[in-house]
């Protein structure tokens, strides 16, 4: 705020993204009490119109809070320039009124003073209401005020150029500046199966070469043996079904799920005739000791002598190498605990690149998968359909066994019935559809289309009355 400020700028709406930048409304409202003299409730509303919230974290501890004491560390002096007691700046971040060692919340002062607020899909909106309507004693859950507004992602940095080079021949030069237009994507029906094939195979074969790149040099640098760095150049086969899983390694999202039954597993991958291989490539926080587990035992799964060419780790995972896995590979895989993946949208990069989603419905996939008549997904799969339990183990079971009939009945056979010049037409027109179905929604000009229609123009932007947060002394 300060920094605006000092640069003369003078926004019309201020968007907080999650609530690590909840403070800023505070500063909005002691710039606007220095300048007016009026007293802090006199000038929230006005605070509150010109404020909005994107929460993106659909767990309670997720969201940061700190302690009273904390609070009255960093906070002390600045209370007075809100003229504000200290009772009444701490209940701006409480969940409960009255309790002296209540918390502050970071999203609880972010809902409190901004006039509109939402998830980053249709579920975790629906997650977020739920979560959060202990602010709203007077209202049902599903009229807390929190909407939604599905995350998209930027097609011209994730499209390779390879596809954007087809799809300006196809789809139109201008293609990119059409890209909401369902229309647009229709014409992804006239372009040759043999054509999108080809383009496809091309940087399946680049994403393996880096792949084997990136395993050789990690060798080398650990000072493996030689036989098993020199190996590293053999690594994959661009003819195998390529499947990729590329994520932050925290423990919901289940990095480790495809291991459930290690036996089943490596018979799926280890088939003579239809071969199945997985490319993986992530981080874990620091902290997290768990989410490195899981690293370490898939990079010993990686090891194992019936798999050890059909499994690759990515280290040092970045956007580099991330771009190379949505543009190379055939299936992207996600099997997250439901409700827990917000949005995602690593998924929607896949899709711009004729890459097939295989995933929990969760996060922006439940808008994203498509089912025929009959209830067969059209444009991807969905692992465990929506079968849940609060039971994380038997969760876990249920998925497992899904991902693997999955793989075995539906996903393999489709992709090695090939025709006599190696064109797989069925899986090509379900890449057609992923293309058609998913581009016009999931991409940064709608959703920045949707925060200007739904929250950012004050004409029809949701008005919601203030959070009581008032506190008498």
């Not at 904390?70 to 209370?79: E, I, R, T, V």
């Not at 711009?352 to 998968?369: A, K, Q, R, T």
């Amino acid at each position: 705020m300060k920094a605006l400020t000092a640069l003369g700028i003078q926004p019309s709406v201020y968007h907080l993204n999650e609530g690590h930048a909840a403070f800023s409304t505070l500063e909005v409202a002691r710039q606007e009490i220095e300048r007016t003299g009026k007293s802090f409730y006199d000038i929230e509303a006005d605070v509150r119109n010109r404020c909005v919230f994107t929460t993106h974290t659909p767990v309670p501890a997720g969201h940061d809070v700190f302690s009273p004491d904390l609070m009255d560390s960093f906070f002390a002096h600045y209370w007075t320039k809100l003229r504000l007691s200290r009772e009444q700046f701490l209940a701006l971040g409480a969940r409960r009124l009255g309790d002296p060692w209540e918390p502050f919340g970071m999203t609880v002062l972010a809902l409190r003073m901004c006039r509109a607020a939402n998830g980053v899909s249709e579920l975790h909106g629906h997650v977020s209401r739920k979560m959060w309507t202990i602010l709203y004693p007077q209202r049902s859950e599903d009229k807390v005020p929190i909407g939604y507004i599905t995350n998209g992602v930027h097609a011209p940095t994730w499209t390779a150029p390879l596809m954007a080079e087809l799809y300006a021949q196809y789809l139109g030069e201008d293609w990119k500046t059409r890209v909401i237009d369902p229309k647009t994507w229709e014409k992804v029906n006239d372009i040759p199966d043999e054509e999108l094939w080809w383009r496809h195979l091309v940087l399946k074969e680049r994403l393996i070469a880096y792949t084997r790149y990136k395993v050789k040099k990690a060798r080398e640098q650990r000072g493996e043996e030689y036989h098993k760095i020199q190996a590293a150049e053999t690594l994959l086969d661009p003819k195998v079904l390529t499947i990729g899983f590329a994520r932050r390694f925290s423990p919901y999202k289940r990095g480790h799920l495809l291991l459930r039954d290690a036996e089943r597993a490596i018979r799926i991958f280890g088939n003579a005739e239809r071969p199945v291989q997985i490319i993986f490539a992530g981080k874990a926080h620091p902290a997290d000791e768990e989410g490195k587990r899981i690293i370490q035992r898939l990079m010993e799964w990686c090891q194992h002598s019936a798999i050890q060419h059909r499994v690759a780790f990515i280290e040092d995972y970045d956007i580099y190498v991330g771009q190379k896995l949505v543009q190379g590979v055939d299936v992207w895989l996600n099997n997250p605990r439901r409700p827990l993946e917000a949005s995602g949208t690593s998924g929607q990069k896949v899709c711009f690149n004729g890459g097939i989603n295989c995933s929990v419905l969760d996060g922006w996939w439940c808008e994203g998968y498509k089912t025929d008549a009959n209830g067969q997904g059209i444009n991807g799969w969905a692992i465990g359909e929506d079968a849940h339990t609060s039971d994380q183990d038997l969760q876990d079971s249920i998925d497992a066994e899904s991902l693997y009939k999955l793989l075995e009945e539906q996903i393999v056979p489709l992709y090695y019935d090939q025709d006599a010049n190696g064109t797989p037409h069925r899986w090509v027109q379900m890449m057609k559809a992923s293309i058609k179905t998913n581009a016009p929604l999931f991409n940064t000009d709608r959703m920045i289309a949707d925060y200007v229609s739904q929250v950012y123009v004050p004409e029809i932007a949701t008005r919601v009355e203030p959070i009581l947060a008032k506190v008498l002394v």
